[in-house]
């Protein structure tokens, strides 16, 4: 589990960054009449955010992957 954090630290503060704009989004900003798919409930958000700070650390990988093509 150690080694799992340290090889995907980045992955994992830019997650946990991204659910907690999320949630603050929906506090601060959010959506008064309830009918904003994202913004209505805390979950969505949370969860909308936290997937895009997922996605938003790849840009910030700067390990090589090499493709393996028999």
């Keep these: 589990m150690k080694k799992f954090i340290q090889n995907h630290k980045l992955s994992i503060i830019f997650t ?7 949630y603050f989004y929906w506090k601060e900003i959010g959506c008064s009449t309830g009918t904003c798919p994202l913004t209505s409930q805390p979950l969505n958000s949370t969860l909308y955010f936290a997937f895009l700070g997922y996605i938003f650390s790849g840009f910030f990988n700067n390990k090589k992957q090499t493709v393996n093509r028999d």
Excluded at 16 to 22: E, I, K, Q, R, V
Aim: aromatic share 0%; hydrophobic share 70%; net charge neutral.
């Design 16 to 22: 946990l960054a991204g659910a907690m704009a999320g």
